[in-house]
């Protein structure tokens, strides 16, 4: 990769490296910065981990599987099913926007020390969930 320096008479943007996550350099260093596909949004390497800046909004008007670093607008009784390999402080948010109830899928982790599905019954209900580990799961962060 070449290193380019912007002037102001040169351009008003520059374009940075992107790519998926599992595209992600095997190797990070401290300050790397990329635009994730996945998730829609910028991420850097803190040294010890990748950062999101940001969430993605998703309209749910059918069952789907989630990606951390979204928000899911839900359209209906569906179910949203958890990733499958999230990392610690991931987090995806849920907005019940109609419907009486939807199901919050675990996908193999725990939710709140449970090992049973989320159903959310209470209508506008809105909550946060940030994953853990894989010994205590994801967690209710904001509600």
Do not use: C
Not at 16 to 38: C, H, K, L, W, Y
Not at 75 to 86: A, D, K, M, R
């Amino acid at each position: 990769m070449t290193t380019q320096y912007l002037t102001a008479a040169a351009s008003t943007h520059m374009t940075i490296p992107s790519g998926t996550t599992a595209q992600r350099p095997g190797s990070p260093a401290e300050g790397m910065v990329r635009f994730n596909t996945d998730y829609g949004h910028l991420e850097w390497h803190t040294g010890t981990s990748w950062t999101v800046g940001g969430l993605q909004d998703v309209a749910v008007g059918s069952s789907r599987t989630s990606l951390s670093w979204q928000t899911n607008w839900v359209q209906g009784n569906h179910t949203v099913t958890l990733p499958s390999s999230p990392a610690q402080g991931d987090r995806i948010r849920f907005f019940l926007v109609s419907g009486s109830n939807f199901t919050v899928a675990r996908n193999g982790k725990l939710i709140n020390g449970d090992a049973a599905n989320l159903t959310v019954t209470t209508e506008d209900a809105a909550f946060e969930l940030v994953f853990y580990n894989n010994t205590y799961g994801w967690r209710i962060f904001t509600i």
